[in-house]
């Protein structure tokens, strides 16, 4: 069944469900550690309506620790390789060129990086090599550092012309040929702190990015700190209400002009999107 498109246009809209093998996701970390459970997860948020299946190994908020090449594989690979199988399209959420480049060798076609290449040197070459293929996508997120100590070190509010002037320092950091291949993505809650305003600015001027940049735009605001906040006081917001809010921040963008949207909650946002797009 085809899904349904932007207001506006005649695109359709894209979800990204996200299926985190880790044991230090900010939301749902150790959930699906075993790669059995991260396929199950996996499979159902595709029958509930994920074009894409973003698996990663190595969790990014501010209390995560690192981890290396070898243990970021060891979780992603056997996850990636049965989603593959089962005919699903994937996407590895890595910093790493090594880890991007053998996700994408075990079927993955889409590397999310959130740092845009910035975390790691080898990355843009990597990704020059891996475009090659017809059916491959990148997308460079927006931050700011070499690290994610000096990202969430240094957190403030970005402008959406400044996020977009540096996401444009991105692209152009990689060939002319390769840039129709990437998705941009402005980093909500990477490093912009738990402000709403500064992040509700990113998602209000979502298009307004592209237009800029002249790319697609991808948005993930699911479960994040700024809508934690702004459900009110205390540190655990209700799971369903932080969902709802994630629905209405993805539609919020979807207005703006976002084309890809990043979640947790596939259905809920698939039964949103319905609607809203028919309205």
């Known amino acids: 069944m085809p899904h349904p498109a932007t207001p506006g246009s005649s695109r359709p809209v894209v979800v990204m469900g996200v299926v985190n093998v880790t044991p230090d996701s900010f939301s749902d970390g150790g959930e699906f550690l075993d790669p059995a459970a991260a396929i199950e997860h996996g499979l159902a948020l595709r029958a509930q309506g994920a074009d894409i299946l973003d698996v990663g190994g190595e969790a990014t908020n ?17 996850v990636i390789r049965a989603l593959v199988a089962a005919g699903a399209r994937v996407s590895i959420d890595t910093t790493k060129a090594l880890v991007a480049e053998a996700a994408v060798a075990a079927g993955a076609t889409v590397v999310n990086d959130v740092s845009g290449g910035l975390f790691d040197p080898a990355m843009v070459a990597t990704i020059t090599a891996l475009a090659a293929a017809d059916d491959f996508t990148y997308i460079a997120g927006h931050l700011r550092g070499r690290t994610l100590e000096e990202v969430f070190a240094a957190e403030a509010p970005v402008g959406w012309r400044r996020v977009a002037a540096e996401l444009a320092d991105r692209l152009a950091a990689f060939p002319p040929s390769v840039r129709d291949k990437i998705w941009v993505d402005p980093g909500i809650g990477f490093g912009k702190g738990s402000d ?29 700190r700024f809508l934690r906040r702004l459900l009110g006081p205390g ?10 809010a994630s629905v209405a921040a993805c539609l919020g963008a979807v207005r703006s002009g976002a084309l890809v949207l990043r979640v947790h909650n596939v259905a809920l946002l698939r039964a949103a999107l319905a609607v809203y797009t028919k309205l």
């Open 235 to 244: 540190p655990d917001a209700d799971p369903l209400a932080l969902d709802v």
């Open 62 to 78: 501010p209390r995560a620790l690192p981890v290396s090449a070898a243990d970021e594989l060891a979780r992603v690979l056997p």
């Open 196 to 224: 709403p305003e500064g992040n509700l600015e990113l998602l209000r001027h979502a298009g307004d990015i592209g237009t800029e940049v002249g790319r697609p735009v991808v948005v993930g605001p699911s479960r994040k």
